[in-house]
């Protein structure tokens, strides 16, 4: 088992008769920031004092490592960029070689060589006194080579030589064509699935090449993904699943990906037991959420999930023209096709009615939560939304966290469990709950051309829900089929 180093003593050691913080920098770095250790002498024998001041330069040497690992993915970037270059003029030369002369050949052979020892030579120390072979102008006797520049230089000549694909080169464009098609969530999962690759493949000193990625290999990062990303089975068979989406996607245009390596790589105990899955509030945790000290924001937010079973980004996405005097207009998300209408329950007209109140139809019911500024980002818009509310539904004591689970078995998406659960209880059928919802549709439809008998029902339906405790009556919890057995 790895040594367990106390907090007190992270990034610190004992250096003669004082501490000093000390940061390792990973191998991408080394190169650029040339050494293999950062560390700052603290000029003190005294532990308590070492731990309490280290902070400060330990998020220093961070902010060199990431500025440092940047700029090497960036320059990886562009040298695999213009060794793609390359190899694509010379599949292009064997294709036509009516139109390709000698001499032709002769400047790409020049151009993958001079730049291939260019780069082997960045960083390079000349040693005086080293006896020189003088086998010509390629002889490198007398030069002590940097490492990763020596790698680096080999893998543009194989790149420029068809030898080698680079594993992420095309991955943004396929994150475009895939775009329009998955929510933002699934697409971050995308990005930090080869992240996490590229991070154990660099670890283990493979080039990051789709050639290098045999079915072994895929299973041996397989079993090192939830120590890696610390998740998991479940979440790291999502990570796996959306490599061999990608896989997928490349091989209809990549000859080195024809195989799927990824195809049937997943953990085991990724499927979770029933009393191992997220699940519906209790009446119980909903009066203590709704009865709790929420800001007006917060308990607005909650009353719409738990009276529409609507999910968090589509509530917060809401606009003012999207609320009529009747229903709201909830936008259409995952596999839903268009938007539907859901009734507003009586509990729900004097918050919606201020919230729209002074504003214009494009206005947000939700300013407290813009949109993510940064460019590129792929955090959804409900990102912050989502750590308020967890933030509160811990402070008023609602939580349920099990040992080897990333997530808490209760969040904002538990309104919706409780929507269903209590409609279902009520006695409203299937089919206006999954209309109601956004579930598949069956017989019922709720969207923005239903006409007004089916919207009347539908208001019907969502006026049974009562919030529990909300008028001093006794809190019952109603008993279902499935008994959920909780887990300390």
Partial sequence: MPKIVPADRRHLEMHGSSWRVTVVVPEAARGIIGKTRLRYDLKTDSLKQAALTKTRHVERFRAQIRAALA???????????????????????????????????????????????????????????????????????????????????????????????????????????????????????????????????????????????????????????????????????????????????????????????????????????????????????????????????????????????ARLDVIVDLKVRDVSATTIQMQARKRETKDRLVPIHPDLREALERRCRGKKPDDDLFPEWPPVRKAGSLRERSFKASNHFTDYRRQVGVDEVVDGHRRAFVNFHSFRRWFVTRLSQAGVEEAMISALVGHKQTSITLSIYSDGATVRKAAEAVALLRIPGRNGEPIEEPPTVNVRRRRG
Avoid at 213 to 220: E, F, L, P, Q
Avoid at 232 to 253: D, E, F, V
Wanted: charge should be negative; aromatic fraction near 8%; include cysteine.
């Fill in 71 to 309: 700029k090497a993915g960036d320059a990886r970037h562009r040298i695999e960029h213009e060794a793609g270059e390359l190899a694509k003029w010379r599949v292009w030369a064997k294709e036509h070689p009516e139109e390709v002369t000698e001499a032709d050949w002769e400047t790409w052979r020049e151009c993958v060589g001079l730049r291939a020892t260019e780069l082997r030579q960045e960083g390079a120390i000349w040693h005086d006194g080293v006896p020189v072979q003088d086998e010509g102008e390629d002889d490198m006797s007398g030069w002590e080579f940097i490492r990763e520049s020596a790698a680096l230089g080999a893998r543009f000549q194989r790149i420029a030589k068809g030898e080698e694909t680079p594993l992420d080169a095309r991955h943004e464009e396929y994150l475009d064509s895939i775009r329009d098609r998955l929510n933002v969530r699934t697409l971050a999962d995308d990005a930090r699935a080869i992240r996490y690759l590229l991070r154990w493949l660099a670890a283990d000193n493979v080039a990051p090449s789709i050639e290098r990625i045999t079915t072994m290999r895929a299973h041996a990062f397989a079993e090192a993904l939830p120590g890696l990303a610390n998740v998991g089975p479940a979440t790291a068979n999502k990570y796996l699943s959306r490599l061999s989406s990608y896989w997928q996607w490349l091989s209809k245009r990549e000859p080195a990906a024809a195989v799927n390596p990824w195809f049937g790589v997943a953990l085991a105990g990724g499927r979770r037991r029933d009393d191992e899955k997220e699940r519906s509030f209790t009446n119980g945790e909903v009066a203590l959420l709704l009865g709790g000290p929420a800001k007006p924001h917060m308990y607005d937010l909650m009353m719409i999930g738990a009276l529409t079973g």
